[in-house]
């Protein structure tokens, strides 16, 4: 069976893994001349490290990244604790997030896919994928084609040519960058740390471990803006922008000390959508190029891992045609359970309102500290609200746990 896989990233490669792993013959292309991340760092949930685990990648990202416990947002005008989330009140480690940074957790991926024998075929943008009687074909914006493939996995992300989904772009985005984690830090190295004024300002540190070709520990940092700001960001003035920053959090001011360049920053907009079929004859859309969301709720690589294990499953057990629609069924409520969580969360930190940033810290957030909230809300982060998987059992304890948790 020979199945294609358009996207090296996170969801491409899990699941090249884990179809290699179960025989398939699996080919993967990539639009880089070297396959590469691009980006800071990024949390990776408890269920999410266990498909990693399953891909032979968990040991390597456990190595490189941070060991994440805790959530913990301030709002800076009041003092006000709008955000307290533990992933688990007994600490466990393997309950815990990871944050790591996108080139250590690419580069973990991609010795895993190595080692299952899979070819990465580079330089291939993807430019369409036609259906040829049963199967599909790939097309390269070069004129190339490949195939045919008894199946296709669209995992390029949020700019698909392949899947029909139309995001839509949401009113913020951020600039995000990494820099070395400082000793003269207070912030605690477990610790995603975010002040925010109203919705309209939000600026993060999440410590994540090594960065590939770096020494020493390193640490994402993010400052919300809106989307209409973040095409003047690069010709922003560095040291007034600092000035502000610094102003809005002191404690911000040490992981700005490396930043000599706006280029050092990058901007990121987000878009929100879900597909309602995440599937087409031979064709299946996996991660972003299925449904796409702002980062607020850290669960964007985890939901593409999870879909890259359902489809595998799902294609163990089943012809092509029978496997595609019990892919879908797998993540359907999951993936909407999470896609409107995150409607809902996103704009109480990343909006124009005032009656929402209002509503967060003077009645939900007084509520998130009272039982059994913590609880849920410890769920909602971990990716664990429901089943990833319906009808599957998986949870992160039935997997080994590497040597570093
Ligand atoms: C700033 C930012 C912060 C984020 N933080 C988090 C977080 O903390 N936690 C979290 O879980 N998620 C986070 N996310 C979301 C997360 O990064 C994505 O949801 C996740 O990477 C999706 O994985 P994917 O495999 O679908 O796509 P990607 O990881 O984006 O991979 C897509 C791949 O396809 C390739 N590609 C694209 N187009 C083509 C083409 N035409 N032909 C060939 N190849 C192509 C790309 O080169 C890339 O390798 C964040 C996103 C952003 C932008």
């Known amino acids: 069976m020979k199945t294609a896989i358009a996207g090296a990233g996170i969801g491409g490669l899990a699941a090249a893994c884990l179809l290699a792993q179960g025989g398939r013959d699996v080919v993967l292309f990539d639009q880089f001349d070297v396959p590469r991340p691009v980006g800071s760092g990024l949390m990776i949930q408890p269920l999410g490290l266990a498909v990693l685990d399953l891909c032979g990648a968990g040991d390597a990202a456990r190595a490189a990244g941070q060991r994440i416990a805790r959530m913990y947002?301030?709002?800076?005008?009041r003092g006000r604790r709008v955000l307290d989330v533990s992933y688990d009140p007994k600490g466990r480690p393997e309950a815990q997030g990871l944050a790591i940074h996108r080139a250590a957790l690419h580069g973990a991926l991609m010795q895993a896919v190595a080692a299952v024998g899979v070819r990465v075929i580079p330089s291939s943008m993807v430019q369409s994928a036609p259906l040829l009687d049963q199967q599909r074909g790939l097309v390269m914006q070069d004129g190339r084609e490949h195939g045919p493939f008894d199946l296709v996995i669209d995992a390029t992300g949020s700019g698909s040519a392949l899947s029909p989904l139309k995001?839509?772009?949401?009113?913020?985005?951020?600039?995000?960058?990494?820099?070395?984690?400082?000793?003269q830090t207070q912030l605690p190295t477990d610790q995603l740390s975010q002040r925010y004024a109203g919705a309209h300002r939000m600026a993060g540190v999440l410590p994540l471990g090594q960065v590939p070709g770096r020494n020493g520990a390193h640490a994402a940092i993010f400052w919300s803006m809106p989307r209409r700001d973040l095409a003047h960001w690069p010709s922003r003035d560095l040291t007034e922008w600092k000035a502000e920053a610094t102003a809005h959090w002191p404690d911000f001011a040490p992981f700005l000390q490396t930043l000599t360049n706006t280029a050092q920053m990058t901007a990121a907009t987000y878009s929100h959508g879900t597909l309602r079929r995440p599937?087409?004859?031979?064709?299946?859309?996996?991660?972003?190029?299925?449904?796409?969301?702002?980062?607020?709720?850290?669960?964007?690589?985890?939901?593409?891992?999870f879909d890259a294990l359902a489809l595998s499953r799902a294609l163990q057990a089943n012809s092509i045609e029978d496997a595609l629609p019990r892919y879908a069924q797998m993540r359907r409520w999951h993936v909407r359970t999470y896609q409107a969580m995150s409607a809902a969360f996103t704009p109480q930190y990343q909006s124009d309102s005032r009656i929402l940033p209002a509503l967060r810290d003077w009645v939900l957030a007084p509520l998130s500290l009272t039982w059994p909230l913590p609880r849920i809300l410890s769920k909602l982060v971990a990716g664990e609200l429901i089943p990833p998987l319906a009808g599957e059992v998986f949870t992160a304890s039935q997997f080994h746990l590497g040597p570093n948790t």
């Open 167 to 183: 995001g839509r772009a949401l009113p913020y985005g951020a600039i995000w960058g990494t820099v070395p984690w400082l000793a």
């Open 73 to 77: 947002g301030v709002e800076v005008t």
């Open 279 to 305: 599937f087409a004859q031979a064709l299946a859309f996996i991660g972003d190029a299925a449904h796409r969301a702002s980062p607020q709720l850290g669960q964007g690589a985890n939901m593409a891992l």
